[in-house]
């Protein structure tokens, strides 16, 4: 069964054990690849798209929901944190619609928030979201979305704050903001979904129990990231949610693409998301 992740610090963790076959994966032998968020999201809409991948949120509710149902356990759900929009110099966002803007990719969760506060800014381009603060810097672009560690290490490059959009989608919004979750093929069937489910949270409850032998593993796929901006990125994405998304999870996906729906990023409500 193909399984694809990105090789960000919160991913990493929470597939350790499978990947390093530590805990008991009910017979399943896992193909694993690893890729940026915004090729996950394209490999899931292929022909040979895996059976598990991660996917950001957008790109789930666009209509990949047609052919993935969303597993209980491995999402990236966070509190007052999410994407962040950065620049080489303060402006007012107020001003937004005349900037040049980098984006982490089209169907990303952050180009959705970014769309449902600032529909007006139409002047955007896709960029492999680890070339997006040495862009901004140059003065090739205005500003530009930073997702992952970018939060953890743009003011080092000389960047400074416009928007945090968790904070912001928190403040006004009132849910926990739906980053990204991990989905499965429909045609698997639900039981063999389920057990997936069940094992991606066994994977994750193994590496809280046993982080210090996992971090080897994490750090090889964030070579120029220290090991307290790893650990910073891991506790800010993986927590409660990750475990299972519980009602209160799956309330804030489901709101996440009522927005989406308002501001025509997507057209139509997905139905039947989660196992049940």
């Known amino acids: 069964m193909k399984l694809s992740f990105s090789t960000c610090p919160n991913d990493t963790f929470i597939f350790y054990a499978i990947a390093n076959k530590k805990i008991d994966l009910e017979g399943i032998d896992f193909e694993i690849s690893m890729h940026d968020i915004d090729v996950l999201n394209k490999n899931a809409a292929s022909d040979d798209a895996p059976e598990i991948t991660k996917i950001s949120s ?8 047609k052919k993935y149902v969303t ?16 620049a080489a110099k303060y402006f007012d966002p107020k001003e937004m619609a005349t900037k040049r803007i980098l984006i982490p990719g089209v169907n990303t969760t952050a180009n959705l928030l970014f769309s449902v506060f600032y529909p007006d800014a139409k002047d955007k381009t896709p960029m492999l979201f680890s070339r997006i603060e040495g862009e901004v810097l140059s003065g090739n672009y205005d500003c ?3 997702i992952h560690e970018g939060r953890f290490t743009y003011k ?3 960047l400074v704050k416009i928007i945090d959009f968790g904070e912001q989608w928190e403040q006004v919004m009132h849910h926990p903001i739906p980053l990204g979750t991990i989905i499965a093929r429909r045609d698997i069937g639900i039981d063999t979904a389920r057990k997936v489910s069940r094992i991606i949270r066994r994977s994750i409850e193994y590496a809280y129990a046993h982080t210090d032998e996992a971090m080897p593993y994490i750090r090889s796929y964030a070579r120029e990231l220290s090991d307290d901006v ?3 990125h891991i506790g800010l994405y993986v927590n409660d949610f990750s475990i299972d998304l519980g009602a209160e999870g799956k309330e804030a996906i489901t709101f996440l693409y009522q927005k ?15 196992l049940g």
């Open 58 to 65: 957008n790109a789930y509710g666009i209509d990949l929901w």
């Open 260 to 274: 989406a729906k308002e501001v025509g990023m997507i057209d139509e409500m997905p139905t039947e998301m989660f």
């Open 71 to 86: 597993l209980d356990s491995g999402a990236a759900l966070g509190r007052n944190n999410g994407p962040m929009l950065v």
């Open 230 to 232: 790893i650990k910073s």
């Open 144 to 146: 530009g979305l930073l």
């Open 156 to 158: 080092e490059r000389g």
